[in-house]
């Protein structure tokens, strides 16, 4: 099981019992808390922002890792539990946590000189460094049973080495050397699965930006097909804009064109009316003249 979760704290051994609670809520907090005093928790390895440890839970022991990276808390548990944002074990190792105070468990180193052979005396075995777990290696004290059944075990765990969340079970008539080991197995597991899930959220953020900016890029191609568009559109209304300023130029030309015409007219109308009024007078003054010279012609004898 797998959580993120953003945070505050600088390092692990900042986070209390308090604020473990506050976010896991009373009844993970209170499971934990019993694992923390029942002893279950082991640490493996520890600093400031990184934790490795191992929990005896009820079903079995679970593996924990927990980092505080960049204001960020990732844990990760070997359990099937689906508590959220981390299970009870995960509780119990920050409980431990902070009670050692962040400190780095490094392995013991003896102060004491190594005792200078005597002369003749066959030399000690030397305890060479494990190359995966740093440590020094154990003597070996498996029979042939447990070493078959040992064999076979690592054979299968480096078959799924950054495959699988979790390894096949370890044989219980196992221990020494044997289990050790098996934990060094288990724990270069845990770091192949984190490298690779940092390479897949790198992966993932790398295709969401390429999607973003295709995406962004098919947009930018609508958006200029539209913005064309927009162009010819506006082109077509600006050569409109202008025929019609011509028409109404032409219209003006034409209106004031019918004005003078209409002017005329009114003028040639008044001047008609004139000359009726003339020509009512001439015919009158002509009808008076015809009366006047039919009264001065002799009358007919009758």
């Known amino acids: 099981m797998r959580n993120r ?26 499971i934990g808390n019993q694992y923390f005093s029942d002893q279950r928790v082991n640490i493996v390895e520890a600093n400031g922002t990184q934790v490795v440890a191992e929990v005896n839970g009820t079903y079995g022991v679970y593996s924990q890792t927990i980092k505080l990276r ?5 844990t990760k548990c070997s359990c099937p539990s689906t508590e959220q944002p981390f299970c009870r074990h995960c509780v119990a ?39 995966l777990s740093g440590e020094p290696a154990p003597t070996v004290d498996l029979n042939f049973r447990e070493a078959t059944l040992f064999i076979d075990w690592f054979q299968q765990g480096v078959d799924l080495l950054g495959k699988e969340a979790s390894l096949p079970a370890v044989p219980k008539s196992l221990g020494g050397v044997a289990l050790e080991w098996a934990g060094v197995l ?44 927009a162009q010819t559109t506006c ?25 003078r015409l209409v002017s005329k007219v009114s ?14 007078s001439v015919s009158m003054t002509l009808k008076s003249m015809s009366n006047a010279i039919r009264n001065l012609l002799p009358s007919d004898p009758s």
Request: hydrophobic share 25%.
């Open 70 to 74: 960049g204001g960020t808390l990732s």
């Open 186 to 229: 288990d724990r270069l597991n845990q770091q192949f699965l984190e490298s690779e899930e940092e390479r897949m959220d790198a992966q993932r953020n790398l295709q969401s930006a390429e999607n973003m900016v295709d995406s962004l890029t098919k947009e930018l191609g609508t958006v200029k097909v539209e913005s064309e568009s």
């Open 93 to 131: 190792v920050l409980l431990q946590q902070f009670h050692n105070g962040s400190a780095v468990n490094e392995p013991s180193k003896s102060s004491d000189p190594s005792p200078t052979p005597s002369p003749g005396a066959e030399p000690e075995p030397s305890t060479e460094a494990s190359p």
């Open 235 to 259: 082109s077509g209304l600006e050569k409109k804009v202008k025929e019609l300023e011509e028409s109404l130029s032409d219209f003006s030309q034409v209106s004031k064109e019918r004005d």
């Open 267 to 280: 003028t040639m109308q008044s001047e008609l009316q004139n000359k009726g009024a003339e020509l009512e």
């Open 5 to 30: 979760i953003s945070c505050s704290a600088q390092e692990l051994g900042q986070l209390d019992p308090e604020m473990v609670q506050s976010v896991v809520g009373g009844q993970v907090f209170k």
